[in-house]
């Protein structure tokens, strides 16, 4: 009856953490059969004739199993509060010897000669007088050292920084070579001479096999500047015969817009794409020369569409003004002559720039 209560006990004494071969049996006879739930001693002699032995048996085991685990619960919490205790006890012992530690004198410090102020209260009979210390007439001084270093490290200070200086001029004389040598010239405003307000070198900035060329995209782009300056004042002449005030701002606005708008869009990049040989600065301004010579086509014919043409002075235009007055017909015939001359010289223009883009690629 007790064979595998036995063997039972000594198994679970082996896994737990205070297991002891010497005590395990005696723990497993006398502390187990104090168990708070079921007393193990009836159970094992009045079980077997109410539950039957094998039932008994089983009942019996978890009664011993909860018993020792419970008694393992108990165990392992003092074991830990023991553990925590020697833990703490050990840090306290090495703060203390630490602070003890920080306040023992250092053996290798000098220790020097105390000095007793003679005037003060007490310090007459008690203190120690000042030893004195004849004086060394041979004895060598020590002079610091402190003013050599400074100048020293001004000095390394001063070539370091002559030598950054000294760096970034090679650093920028460097990038002004590169910039040179790319061709990629400054712009400063040197057109027109009176009042600079665009930068325009053709003789140094453009190949000498380009340069007519050039010149005479420039031709046809003072050309249009030209029309339409005259166009304002061909249509100040129709206003003050009569011809309304509308027409006057609408030409204004053809001049004001007209000329920085045709060199910002198709004269600057043609310049660039001359200098620079760039494919894409040539495509821009045939898309946008092409725009202009349209322009001055319509300009030139001035269909009666905006206050019957007679903002533009085309040839429609012309001939509807010179039923109401001579001299106005006169200006707008001479203007529409000026748009038709800038038209044909800007499709001049535009075949030789693409004879020349061709045969260059």
Request: aromatic share 16%; charged share 25%.
């Amino acid at each position: 009856m007790f064979y595998s209560f036995k063997i039972f006990t000594n198994r679970s004494f082996e896994t737990g953490p205070t297991f002891d071969p010497a005590r395990k049996t005696i723990i497993g006879l006398e502390q187990f059969y104090k168990l708070d739930i079921i007393p193990v001693r009836w159970l094992s002699k009045v079980g077997p004739f109410l539950l039957g032995s094998w039932a008994a048996k089983r009942i019996r085991k978890a009664c011993v199993w909860w018993q020792y685990r419970k008694y393992r619960w108990v165990e392992t919490a003092g074991v830990v509060k023991k553990e925590s205790e020697r833990k703490a006890y050990k840090r306290r012992r090495i703060r203390t010897e630490q602070m003890n530690r920080h306040h023992d004198p250092n053996p290798f410090d000098e220790e020097e000669d105390e000095i007793v102020n003679p005037f003060s209260k007490g310090a007459g009979g008690a203190g120690r007088p000042v030893a004195s210390r004849p004086f060394n007439v041979d004895a060598t001084v020590d002079i610091p050292l402190d003013t050599v270093n400074d100048s020293s490290k001004k000095q390394r200070e001063l070539s370091d920084w002559e030598s950054e200086l000294k760096k970034r001029e090679t650093d920028i004389k460097r990038r002004e070579d590169a910039v040179a040598k790319s061709g990629v010239k400054t712009s400063d405003k040197n057109w027109p001479p009176f009042f600079p307000i665009i930068h325009h070198d053709i003789a140094n900035e453009i190949p000498v096999h380009a340069q007519k060329l050039q010149y005479l995209a420039f031709a046809s782009w003072l050309g249009i500047v030209l029309c339409l300056v005259f166009n304002v004042i061909a249509v100040i002449v129709c206003w003050i015969k009569g011809g309304g005030v509308k027409i006057f701002f609408l030409a204004t606005i053809y001049a004001l817009l007209g000329c920085p708008i045709s060199y910002l869009l198709w004269y600057r990049p043609l310049y660039r794409a001359m200098r620079t040989d760039s494919a894409l600065k040539f495509g821009w301004f045939f898309f946008f020369y092409l725009i202009h010579i349209g322009f001055c086509i319509f300009a030139a014919i001035a269909p009666p569409i905006i206050f019957r043409g007679q903002s533009f002075t085309g040839v429609l235009a012309a001939i509807d003004v010179i039923r109401d007055s001579l001299l106005a017909g006169i200006f707008y015939f001479v203007g529409c002559g000026l748009f038709c001359l800038e038209s044909l010289l800007s499709l001049w223009v535009l075949q030789k720039i693409y004879i020349y883009f061709r045969g260059n690629k």
